[in-house]
């Protein structure tokens, strides 16, 4: 069921039917707190418009901790970025806009798809373990990277892929990119790829898979470095494991320098197996209110799942976009530090359609720069601190 919280009649029976049947109607702040309180089970909270952000934000706030599987959705008449702000810094999971009503199923959908995966994760009485990394360490050993973003369209795959080809250097250092966007991954087409072979093929293997055998499903792309796609048929991808991702990523970290993550805008099994066995997460938003806010719970999530916080790199795409968000606007919606800004051009989409990572196409390019400096900076492991010139340069950029 659904737990709604609205003190007016005329909102509380307009949400009660959008929400469905089995919603609970609860019209006070002690009675939704009985309410949750009654039911340790419960996976959702729909804050009404007439709910003072003050009340919403108090019980994220006092649930966040004890019962981080229970997500708050607020519906607001308006959606401002001081609400935003204030909703997400106190645990709130959705912020959506009363008369959209596409768009608050869709937040209650969000919240409740991230309430199982942490159930999940969690592992609770009857639920499946988490997978962990095998306790042998291979002989040579690679640095993963996973890149992730919450939402599709932020340009995480056109990253990863450049990323990929600078970690490179020329063939200088061995990388892997693998394609974990099972279900609809872009890496073959963004690298005018043939699948020929993909992580499909490993699918009935079992535990009988090894160096040889994952070696046959690469697909190389240039000096360097390698490719293991994405399935071609999109229902294939339930049946890739998250044992066999674990299993795929630990033999390749023997094979090669730097293993390179792609990913879908989801926490899955398959997803949390690779953030298990990453070195490194890069977490990519652009400078839009919905992108900002999905990277903010995806921190939120990251500290639930207790990977560090050091090794979490942010990188703001298309950082120059005039949007009308300045970076202390930016800043106060992520509380992250953001580790790497990649301008925004329409150079990119060109090289995508061409089928050569820009990094490639145009090696001085000012993306083709900022994705190098990522690479040889955070990522190749000088870790050193770049917050004040981050901030400096979101400050300018803001002005302009």
Do not use: W
């Not at 970290?253 to 949390?272: C, K, S």
């Amino acid at each position: 069921m659904t737990i709604l919280y609205e003190s007016l009649p005329q909102y509380a029976q307009h949400l009660l039917l959008l929400l469905g049947g089995d919603a609970v109607h609860v019209s006070t702040m002690d009675a939704l707190a009985q309410a949750a309180d009654a039911a340790p089970d419960e996976l959702l909270v729909v804050c009404g418009p007439s709910v003072p952000l003050s009340e919403a934000v108090a019980f994220a706030g006092r649930y966040r901790l004890a019962r981080p599987a229970l997500g708050v959705v607020l519906l607001r008449q308006h959606l401002d970025l001081t609400v935003l702000a204030e909703g997400l810094r106190a645990g709130v999971r959705e912020v959506a806009d009363l008369n959209d009503p596409t768009a608050i199923l869709a937040a209650c959908a969000r919240s409740l798809d991230l309430s199982r995966q942490l159930q999940g994760a969690g592992a609770p009485a009857g639920g499946p373990p988490r997978m962990h990394p095998p306790s042998a360490e291979p002989e040579h050993d690679a640095k993963v990277i996973t890149v992730f973003a919450a939402k599709g369209g932020c340009g995480k795959t056109v990253l990863a892929t450049n990323l990929a080809v600078a970690l490179a250097a020329g063939g200088a250092r061995r990388v892997c990119l693998v394609d974990l966007d099972l279900a609809f991954g872009d890496v073959a087409i963004m690298l005018q790829l043939t699948p020929d072979k993909t992580i499909a093929d490993l699918i009935h293997a079992g535990d009988r898979i090894d160096e040889t055998g994952l070696r046959t499903t690469f697909t190389p792309y240039v000096p360097g470095v390698d490719t293991l796609l994405a399935p071609v048929q999109p229902e294939i991808a339930e049946s890739v494991t998250r044992e066999l991702v674990g299993e795929l990523i630990y033999l390749a970290r023997g094979m090669y320098d730097y293993v390179i993550v792609d990913t879908p805008p989801a926490f899955n099994e398959t997803v949390l197996a690779a953030l298990d066995a990453s070195h490194g997460y890069v977490l990519v938003a652009t400078p839009e209110l919905p992108a900002l806010k999905n990277l903010r719970v995806t921190l939120d999530m990251f500290d639930l799942l207790d990977y560090r916080r050091e090794n979490r790199i942010v990188v703001l795409n298309r950082a120059d976009a005039k949007v009308g968000l300045s970076g202390a606007d930016i800043e106060r919606v992520v509380r992250a530090p953001i580790a790497a800004l990649v301008p925004s051009s329409r150079d990119v989409p060109v090289s995508v359609n061409r089928g050569v990572p820009i990094v490639l196409d145009n090696p001085g390019h000012p993306v083709s720069t900022a994705i190098r400096e990522l690479a040889k900076g955070r990522l190749a492991g000088d870790t050193g601190d770049r917050g004040g010139r981050i901030r400096g340069l979101l400050s300018r950029k803001a002005k302009r």
